[in-house]
């Protein structure tokens, strides 16, 4: 069984800087398309930015340039690097770890990330 734990999420006034981790209780990232997706309230969960087990990345058009996703293999730990925030950044963040044959999907359990002044 795979447990991911999210950290990082805070409150931050807007134009500031955040960094969430995901710790993988196991080494997964080499057979798992690596994701963080948010979920506002009221709204549906979001992808925003995807890491594959070969290294492609994907950002969601809304955090193209602010935001930056990376992995250290050696910790089974995924981050995501969210600069120059803005309060629609305000989101629970959630760390996904999708399966590459199965397509089977392992979830955290959420950090909040709070953009107010």
């Known amino acids: 069984q795979v447990q991911l734990v999210e950290s990082g999420g805070d409150l931050v006034q807007p134009g500031g800087s955040l960094r969430l981790s995901c710790a993988a209780s196991i080494n997964i990232f080499s057979i798992s398309t690596m994701g963080w997706y948010r979920q506002a309230p009221g709204k549906q969960r979001e992808l925003v930015a995807s890491?594959?087990?070969?290294?492609?990345?994907n950002y969601a058009d809304s955090v193209k340039g602010r935001f930056t996703i990376s992995r250290d293999n050696a910790k089974n730990t995924l981050y995501l690097q969210m600069n120059s925030l803005k309060p629609e950044d305000t989101a629970v963040y959630y760390c996904?770890?999708?399966?590459?044959?199965?397509?089977?999907?392992?979830w955290g359990q959420g950090t909040q990330v709070t953009v107010s002044s």
């Open positions: 996904n770890a999708r399966r590459i044959i199965t397509g089977f999907s392992y």
């Open positions: 890491i594959t087990s070969g290294g492609s990345i």
